[in-house]
């Protein structure tokens, strides 16, 4: 298949580099220079409306400002190649999912929100959860592709905000696993128990599951290198919070871990790995920014 892909960053080369494994043509464009020696295979096209001009285009921009900037305002929509089908991948609001819904059927153009759970090494294996909501049809036309860069394609039904909502949900509760261990550290580390034997405990017993089993990895290790940047993650916990907002609802949880982003990245640790949040709760690192829960 021809399929165009927008957004080489961390996440998108690697996946577009396992859409060329997987035997498809891939023309591609990014905002900044990309070396040819870093995505070979890839057929690099001046324009993103290039990318356009395929049988499915993917994705991979940071944010909802950045999509909108690209495809929306540059008016991609309206010189699409006819019957094309667009694939979100980002992690973007369910507000903005279901206006992208709406600008592609108004462009008679298929849609699909498919964010993904999976960090860049994740995506470079071919291992991504994928998480996909649209129409039958929009979703049966870009599943192979889908299957080729992932271990499991979830489809959620379609409405396509589902999918950004189940992953907003999915980040907002990493964020808070990442804390509630550190503050377990906290509390064992004033009595001198070593954090990698408590992490080690609770691992084998409460909690196996796969959040904890990474990130209790950088708090052992003091190691806070993205991953997945503290300034993409406060910007999932912002997504998570609107979302909220949005039906009336205030999630305490939520609010302390988006505190704790909003300290870490306002100290200039944005690109650090969101886990960053756990060096400050246990004080491996301390940010000289007025008065400080932490
Ligand atoms: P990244 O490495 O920072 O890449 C961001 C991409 O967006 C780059 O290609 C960048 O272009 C482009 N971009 C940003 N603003 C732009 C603008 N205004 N105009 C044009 N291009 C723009 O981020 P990433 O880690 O790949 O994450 C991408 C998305 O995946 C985000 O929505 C993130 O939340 C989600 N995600 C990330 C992870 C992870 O662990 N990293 C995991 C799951 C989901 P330049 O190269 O020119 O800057």
Same mark, same amino acid.
């Given at each position: @298949?021809?399929?165009?892909?927008i957004g080489?960053?961390?996440?998108?080369?690697? @996946?577009?580099?396992?859409l060329?494994?997987?035997?498809?043509?891939v023309?591609? /464009?990014?905002?900044?220079r990309?070396?040819d020696d870093?995505?070979?295979?890839? $057929? =690099?096209v001046?324009?993103?409306?290039?990318?356009?001009?395929?049988?499915?285009v993917?994705? @991979?921009?940071?944010?909802?400002?950045?999509?909108r900037?690209?495809?929306?305002? *540059?008016?991609?929509?309206?010189?699409?190649?006819p019957?094309? &089908?667009?694939v979100?991948?980002? &992690?973007?609001?369910?507000?903005?999912?279901?206006?992208?819904?709406?600008?592609?059927k108004?462009?008679?153009?298929?849609y699909?929100?498919?964010?993904?759970?999976?960090?860049?090494?994740v995506?470079?294996?071919g291992?991504?959860?994928i998480?996909?909501a649209g129409k039958a049809?929009?979703?049966?036309?870009?599943e192979? =592709?889908?299957?080729?860069?992932?271990?499991?394609? /979830? $489809?959620?039904?379609?409405d396509?905000?589902?999918?950004? *909502?189940a992953?907003?949900?999915?980040?907002?509760?990493?964020?808070?696993?990442?804390?509630?261990?550190?503050?377990?550290?906290v509390?064992?580390e004033?009595?001198?128990?070593d954090?990698?034997?408590?992490?080690?405990?609770?691992?084998? &017993?409460?909690?196996?599951?796969r *959040?904890?089993?990474?990130?209790? $990895?950088q708090? &052992?290790?003091?190691?806070f290198?993205?991953?997945?940047?503290?300034?993409?993650?406060?910007?999932? @916990?912002?997504?998570?919070a609107?979302?909220?907002r949005?039906?009336?609802?205030?999630?305490?949880?939520?609010?302390?871990?988006?505190?704790?982003?909003?300290?870490?990245?306002?100290?200039?640790?944005?690109?650090?790995? /969101?886990s960053?949040?756990?060096?400050?709760?246990?004080?491996?690192?301390?940010?000289? $920014?007025g008065?400080d829960?932490?």
């Amino acid at each position: @298949m021809q399929i165009g892909f927008i957004g080489l960053g961390s996440m998108g080369a690697a @996946m577009a580099l396992n859409l060329v494994k997987a035997g498809h043509e891939v023309r591609a /464009w990014n905002r900044s220079r990309v070396a040819d020696d870093r995505v070979p295979g890839i $057929t =690099l096209v001046p324009r993103a409306a290039d990318a356009f001009q395929a049988d499915a285009v993917l994705t @991979m921009l940071s944010d909802d400002p950045a999509i909108r900037e690209v495809i929306l305002d *540059a008016d991609l929509l309206a010189s699409a190649r006819p019957g094309i &089908t667009h694939v979100v991948t980002s &992690t973007i609001s369910v507000a903005f999912a279901r206006e992208l819904e709406l600008r592609h059927k108004e462009a008679g153009l298929s849609y699909v929100s498919a964010p993904v759970l999976g960090r860049p090494n994740v995506a470079a294996s071919g291992q991504l959860n994928i998480l996909a909501a649209g129409k039958a049809d929009a979703i049966a036309a870009v599943e192979p =592709l889908l299957a080729s860069i992932s271990k499991k394609v /979830w $489809t959620l039904g379609e409405d396509p905000a589902r999918a950004n *909502a189940a992953k907003i949900a999915c980040n907002m509760m990493i964020a808070m696993a990442i804390e509630a261990m550190a503050e377990g550290v906290v509390l064992t580390e004033s009595v001198g128990l070593d954090r990698a034997d408590f992490l080690e405990l609770i691992l084998a &017993t409460l909690f196996s599951g796969r *959040a904890y089993e990474s990130y209790s $990895t950088q708090l &052992t290790n003091r190691s806070f290198e993205p991953g997945f940047k503290a300034k993409l993650a406060l910007k999932d @916990m912002r997504l998570a919070a609107e979302a909220s907002r949005q039906i009336g609802r205030t999630l305490p949880m939520l609010d302390a871990v988006r505190e704790g982003l909003t300290k870490a990245v306002s100290a200039g640790l944005g690109e650090k790995d /969101w886990s960053i949040i756990a060096a400050m709760t246990v004080r491996d690192i301390t940010i000289a $920014t007025g008065p400080d829960r932490r």
